[in-house]
């Protein structure tokens, strides 16, 4: 399912509690996955020209802190986003 996601570009309301949003970031992945508590897990972030348009989709959708990063291997077009997510204030 999660496959389907990022392949799709698309918001997934799992319940009414949890959603998984796929960011565009161009070559790699990057999704957000969201609960009612407040709890946000970041799965890959993209190269390092996606950091800014990860950024901001976070601070877009009310994001503030990311509770668990994901990094699904360490190939520079999952990872290099990731950098400006960890420097966000």
Avoid: C, W
């Avoid at 609960?35 to 990860?54: E, H, R």
């Amino acid at each position: 399912m999660l496959l389907l996601l990022l392949t799709t570009g698309n918001v997934l309301a799992l319940n009414d509690n949890m959603t998984i949003s796929s960011i565009d970031v161009g070559q790699g992945d990057s999704a957000l996955t969201h609960d009612a508590n407040g709890f946000d897990m970041l799965t890959d972030g993209g190269k390092t020209f996606a950091g800014p348009t990860v950024v901001n989709y976070l601070r877009n959708q009310g994001v503030d802190d990311i509770d668990v990063i994901v990094a699904s291997h360490a190939d520079s077009d999952r990872i290099g986003g990731l950098i400006d997510v960890l420097e966000m204030t």
